[in-house]
Protein backbone atom coordinates (compact mmCIF):
# COMPACT_ATOMS: atom_id res chain seq x y z
CA UNK A 1 0.00 0.00 0.00
CA UNK A 2 0.75 3.44 -0.63
CA UNK A 3 2.04 6.42 1.89
CA UNK A 4 -1.13 8.02 0.95
CA UNK A 5 -3.41 4.54 0.99
CA UNK A 6 -2.19 4.28 4.30
CA UNK A 7 -3.11 7.20 5.87
CA UNK A 8 -6.81 6.95 3.61
CA UNK A 9 -7.41 3.52 5.47
CA UNK A 10 -6.67 5.05 8.76
CA UNK A 11 -8.71 7.74 8.45
CA UNK A 12 -11.42 5.38 7.57
CA UNK A 13 -10.83 3.40 10.67
CA UNK A 14 -10.46 6.53 12.84
CA UNK A 15 -13.95 7.90 12.00
CA UNK A 16 -15.46 4.52 12.68
CA UNK A 17 -14.20 3.96 15.68
CA UNK A 18 -15.39 7.65 16.83
CA UNK A 19 -18.39 8.46 14.50
CA UNK A 20 -18.34 12.23 14.36
CA UNK A 21 -22.61 13.85 14.49
CA UNK A 22 -22.95 10.33 15.81
CA UNK A 23 -26.47 9.75 17.34
CA UNK A 24 -30.57 11.14 17.07
CA UNK A 25 -30.89 15.15 16.52
CA UNK A 26 -33.95 16.72 18.26
CA UNK A 27 -36.20 18.64 16.20
CA UNK A 28 -34.88 17.43 12.68
CA UNK A 29 -37.01 17.93 9.92
CA UNK A 30 -36.04 15.94 7.81
CA UNK A 31 -34.82 11.93 7.99
CA UNK A 32 -34.47 8.73 6.37
CA UNK A 33 -33.26 4.92 7.08
CA UNK A 34 -31.55 3.46 4.65
CA UNK A 35 -30.33 -0.48 4.39
CA UNK A 36 -27.39 -2.29 2.49
CA UNK A 37 -28.73 -5.73 3.03
CA UNK A 38 -25.72 -7.11 1.05
CA UNK A 39 -23.39 -5.77 4.12
CA UNK A 40 -25.90 -5.74 6.91
CA UNK A 41 -25.46 -1.99 7.12
CA UNK A 42 -27.91 -0.13 8.35
CA UNK A 43 -28.59 3.71 9.71
CA UNK A 44 -30.70 6.39 10.18
CA UNK A 45 -29.50 10.25 9.08
CA UNK A 46 -31.43 13.40 10.54
CA UNK A 47 -31.12 16.68 9.64
CA UNK A 48 -32.38 20.49 10.03
CA UNK A 49 -33.28 22.62 7.26
CA UNK A 50 -32.72 26.52 7.79
CA UNK A 51 -34.54 27.23 4.48
CA UNK A 52 -32.76 25.21 1.97
CA UNK A 53 -29.40 25.37 4.53
CA UNK A 54 -27.90 22.07 6.52
CA UNK A 55 -28.18 23.40 9.65
CA UNK A 56 -27.89 20.62 11.48
CA UNK A 57 -27.18 17.07 10.69
CA UNK A 58 -26.54 13.60 12.66
CA UNK A 59 -26.89 9.68 11.82
CA UNK A 60 -26.97 6.42 13.97
CA UNK A 61 -27.09 3.27 13.16
CA UNK A 62 -24.51 0.29 12.62
CA UNK A 63 -22.56 -1.08 9.94
CA UNK A 64 -18.90 -2.03 8.32
CA UNK A 65 -16.52 0.79 8.62
CA UNK A 66 -16.39 2.12 5.24
CA UNK A 67 -20.45 2.60 5.76
CA UNK A 68 -20.23 3.98 8.69
CA UNK A 69 -16.56 6.54 8.62
CA UNK A 70 -18.14 7.53 5.10
CA UNK A 71 -21.42 8.80 7.06
CA UNK A 72 -19.14 10.60 9.65
CA UNK A 73 -17.43 11.93 7.05
CA UNK A 74 -20.62 12.87 5.18
CA UNK A 75 -22.33 14.87 8.07
CA UNK A 76 -18.76 16.87 8.16
CA UNK A 77 -18.72 17.53 4.81
CA UNK A 78 -22.48 18.80 4.61
CA UNK A 79 -22.79 20.79 7.46
CA UNK A 80 -23.54 24.39 6.59
CA UNK A 81 -23.83 23.60 2.41
CA UNK A 82 -26.87 23.61 0.97
CA UNK A 83 -29.25 21.29 -0.87
CA UNK A 84 -28.07 21.94 -4.33
CA UNK A 85 -24.41 22.06 -3.03
CA UNK A 86 -25.02 18.68 -1.43
CA UNK A 87 -26.36 17.20 -4.48
CA UNK A 88 -23.19 18.09 -6.50
CA UNK A 89 -21.39 16.69 -4.05
CA UNK A 90 -22.97 13.46 -3.68
CA UNK A 91 -22.77 13.57 -8.05
CA UNK A 92 -18.84 14.04 -7.60
CA UNK A 93 -18.21 11.50 -5.06
CA UNK A 94 -20.21 9.02 -6.70
CA UNK A 95 -18.38 9.57 -9.79
CA UNK A 96 -15.28 9.17 -7.73
CA UNK A 97 -16.11 6.31 -6.16
CA UNK A 98 -17.71 4.26 -8.69
CA UNK A 99 -14.34 5.18 -10.81
CA UNK A 100 -15.90 6.95 -13.59
CA UNK A 101 -13.41 7.85 -16.07
CA UNK A 102 -13.50 11.68 -16.08
CA UNK A 103 -13.90 12.05 -12.15
CA UNK A 104 -11.52 14.00 -10.13
CA UNK A 105 -11.25 13.53 -6.40
CA UNK A 106 -10.54 17.50 -6.79
CA UNK A 107 -12.67 19.18 -4.08
CA UNK A 108 -13.68 16.02 -2.24
CA UNK A 109 -11.80 17.31 0.36
CA UNK A 110 -11.65 14.56 3.06
CA UNK A 111 -14.15 12.59 1.11
CA UNK A 112 -11.39 11.99 -0.63
CA UNK A 113 -10.29 9.03 1.26
CA UNK A 114 -12.57 6.63 -0.25
CA UNK A 115 -11.41 6.89 -3.90
CA UNK A 116 -9.88 3.70 -3.54
CA UNK A 117 -13.09 2.00 -3.33
CA UNK A 118 -13.96 2.18 -6.94
CA UNK A 119 -11.09 -0.89 -6.37
CA UNK A 120 -13.77 -2.74 -4.63
CA UNK A 121 -17.29 -2.74 -6.00
CA UNK A 122 -19.05 -4.77 -3.30
CA UNK A 123 -17.64 -1.62 -0.68
CA UNK A 124 -19.12 1.14 -2.93
CA UNK A 125 -23.05 0.22 -1.96
CA UNK A 126 -21.59 0.94 2.25
CA UNK A 127 -19.59 4.24 1.04
CA UNK A 128 -22.57 5.31 -0.54
CA UNK A 129 -25.16 4.59 1.72
CA UNK A 130 -25.48 7.46 3.51
CA UNK A 131 -25.53 9.65 0.77
CA UNK A 132 -28.17 8.12 -0.77
CA UNK A 133 -30.32 7.77 2.13
CA UNK A 134 -29.65 12.00 2.43
CA UNK A 135 -30.86 12.11 -0.86
CA UNK A 136 -33.99 10.60 0.11
CA UNK A 137 -34.67 12.43 3.58
CA UNK A 138 -34.31 15.57 1.56
CA UNK A 139 -35.76 14.79 -1.71
CA UNK A 140 -39.15 13.35 -0.37
CA UNK A 141 -41.64 15.70 0.17
CA UNK A 142 -41.97 16.89 3.84
CA UNK A 143 -45.40 18.18 3.58
CA UNK A 144 -48.16 16.29 4.79
CA UNK A 145 -50.54 15.00 1.86
CA UNK A 146 -53.47 16.68 1.66
CA UNK A 147 -56.26 14.52 0.22
CA UNK A 148 -58.75 17.64 0.50
ZN1 LIG B 1 -20.78 -2.22 4.53
Known sequence: MSEVEDLYQEMILEHAKRPRNFGPLDGHSHHAVGRNALCGDHLKVYLIL??????????????????????????????????????ALFAKFHAVVTGQPDASADGLGKLA?????????????????SWRTVQAALHQKSDPVSTE
Open 113 to 129: VFSGMSKFPVRVKCATL
Open 50 to 87: DGDLVKDIHFEGDGCAVSKSSASLMTEALLGKTVAEAD
